[in-house]
C-alpha cells in the first residue's frame, strides 16, 4: 500500500482541446459507423461504450491504460449481464442490488478509479434488472465502441502524455484490500437507501425506476455537506440538461443531425466535467437522451421519457436527501449524549475526508 495517502480526490482532467477532440472522434465515429449500418439502436450502446471507456481512462502508461479500461469493460458488461439474469426474480434482485450498492459504497473518494466503476457497475445491474433493455449484442457493440476509444486514447498518449495525479488503478486496489475504505455504514446505507429510493418509485408506478436508484448512487457521498451539493447540482444540471435534450428532439427528427448534435455534446463532457458536477450532469443528461433519442426514432423519439427521467431525478435526490437528514440528526444526537469526550478521541483517530474541489470526481451519470 502506498506509504501516505490523499484525504481529497484528484481534481479532474484539464481541460484541452485535445480531451475534447478525444471525446468528440472517441464517441462519434461509433455512433456514425452504427448508422451507416442502418442500427440507430447499436449507436447508443456504441457511444455510451466509448464515453465510459474516456471517462474511467486513468491515464497513466499505456500498459495500463489497456488493462484498466479493458477491466473496466468488462465489469460493466457483467454487471448488465447479471442485471438482465435477475430481472425475473425479484428476491434474487434485490439481493444483488442491496450487495452491489454496498460494494460501491466501500472506495473512498480519493480512488477515482474504483469509485466510477463501482458505482457504474451497480447502476447498470439497477437499470436492467429494473427492465431496460440489453442484449448480447448490445454488449458486443458497448465494448467495441470502447475499444476504439481506448485505442484513440493510446494513439493520443503516444503524441502527447501527461500522467494524472493520484493513485494508479493498482494501488487502489491494494490500498483498498488494506483496509482503507469508506465506513461499513455508509456502505450500508447507500445499499440501503438505493433499495428504499427503487422501492418507492415501483410504489409510486415510476416510468423508469431504475433511474432513481441510479441517481442515489451518485449523489451520495461520505461528506454530508458534498452530498448536499452534488444533490443541488444533480437536480438543476439535469434539468437543464432535460430541457436542451427537449428542445433538440422537438425541433429536430432527422438521424444525422441527431447524432451531430450528440457528437457535440461529447466533445463539451470533459470542459463540462472540469467545471463542477452541475455542468457535467446537464452534458451527460443530454447526451444520454440525445441519444436515446436517436435509437428510438423509428417508434417515435424519447420525447414521453424526459419528464420521467427529471421526475425519477428529484425523488432519488429526495430520498438520498432524507435518509442523509436523518444519519445527520442521528449522529448530532448521539454526539451531544456522549459529550465532549468523543471529539478528544477523534482529534487521535484518522483525518477526515476533504469534500473535492471543483467538479465531483465520479464523473458518470445516469
Same mark, same amino acid.
Given at each position: 500500500m502506498p506509504a501516505a495517502l490523499p484525504f481529497a480526490p484528484p481534481p479532474p482532467p484539464p481541460y484541452s482541446l485535445g480531451r475534447a477532440l478525444l471525446f468528440g472522434f472517441g464517441a462519434g465515429v461509433p455512433v456514425l459507423a452504427a448508422l451507416l449500418f442502418g442500427e440507430p439502436r447499436a449507436a447508443l450502446f456504441a457511444g455510451m461504450g466509448a464515453v465510459m471507456a474516456l471517462q474511467v481512462d486513468p491515464r497513466r502508461s499505456i500498459p495500463i491504460r489497456i488493462a484498466a479500461v479493458v477491466a473496466a469493460l468488462i465489469l460493466i458488461v457483467s454487471s448488465g449481464t447479471l442485471g438482465v439474469m435477475l430481472k425475473d426474480d425479484k428476491v434474487a434482485m434485490t439481493v444483488a442490488v442491496i450487495a452491489i450498492s454496498?460494494?460501491?459504497?466501500?472506495?473512498?473518494?480519493?480512488?477515482?478509479?474504483?469509485t466510477l466503476v463501482g458505482k457504474v457497475?451497480?447502476?447498470?445491474?439497477?437499470?436492467?434488472?429494473?427492465?431496460?433493455a440489453a442484449t448480447g449484442e448490445?454488449?458486443?457493440?458497448?465494448?467495441?465502441?470502447?475499444?476504439?476509444?481506448?485505442?484513440?486514447?493510446v494513439l493520443k498518449s503516444m503524441w502527447h502524455h501527461r500522467d494524472a495525479t493520484g493513485l494508479t488503478p493498482y494501488a487502489e486496489v491494494q490500498a483498498l484490500m488494506a483496509g482503507e475504505r469508506n465506513p461499513l455504514f455508509y456502505a450500508f446505507t447507500m445499499a440501503a437507501t438505493v433499495l428504499l429510493a427503487m422501492l418507492l418509485a415501483d410504489t409510486l408506478h415510476a416510468k423508469l425506476p431504475g433511474w432513481v436508484g441510479l441517481t442515489v448512487l451518485f449523489v451520495m457521498h461520505p461528506d454530508d455537506?458534498?452530498?448536499?451539493?452534488?444533490?443541488? &447540482?444533480?437536480?438543476?444540471?439535469?434539468?437543464?440538461?432535460?430541457?436542451?435534450?427537449?428542445?433538440?428532439?422537438?425541433?429536430?427528427?432527422e438521424q444525422w443531425i441527431l447524432a451531430g448534435l450528440a457528437i457535440v455534446m461529447a466533445a463539451l463532457l470533459p470542459k463540462a466535467t472540469a467545471m463542477n458536477y452541475f455542468w457535467m450532469s446537464g452534458a451527460f443528461t443530454a447526451l444520454v437522451m440525445l441519444l436515446l433519442d436517436l435509437a428510438l426514432l423509428r417508434s417515435g423519439g424519447d420525447a414521453p421519457l424526459l419528464v420521467w427521467r427529471l421526475y425519477d431525478t428529484m425523488?432519488?435526490?429526495?430520498?438520498?436527501?432524507?435518509?442523509?437528514?436523518?444519519?445527520?440528526?442521528?449522529?448530532?444526537?448521539?454526539?451531544?449524549? &456522549?459529550?465532549?469526550?468523543?471529539?478528544a478521541a477523534e482529534a487521535d483517530g484518522d483525518p477526515p475526508d476533504v469534500p473535492e474541489p471543483g467538479a465531483d470526481s465520479e464523473g458518470v451519470q445516469g
Open positions: 454496498f460494494l460501491a459504497g466501500l472506495p473512498k473518494p480519493f480512488f477515482p478509479y474504483l457497475c451497480a447502476a447498470i445491474v439497477i437499470v436492467t434488472s429494473a427492465g431496460i448490445a454488449a458486443v457493440v458497448f465494448i467495441a465502441g470502447g475499444l476504439f476509444a481506448l485505442l484513440l486514447a455537506a458534498t452530498a448536499l451539493k452534488l444533490m443541488a &447540482q444533480r437536480l438543476g444540471g439535469t434539468l437543464a440538461g432535460i430541457a436542451l435534450a427537449g428542445l433538440v428532439v422537438h425541433l429536430v427528427h425523488l432519488g435526490c429526495a430520498v438520498a436527501g432524507a435518509v442523509l437528514l436523518a444519519v445527520y440528526g442521528t449522529r448530532r444526537w448521539r454526539e451531544r449524549r &456522549q459529550g465532549p469526550g468523543r471529539k
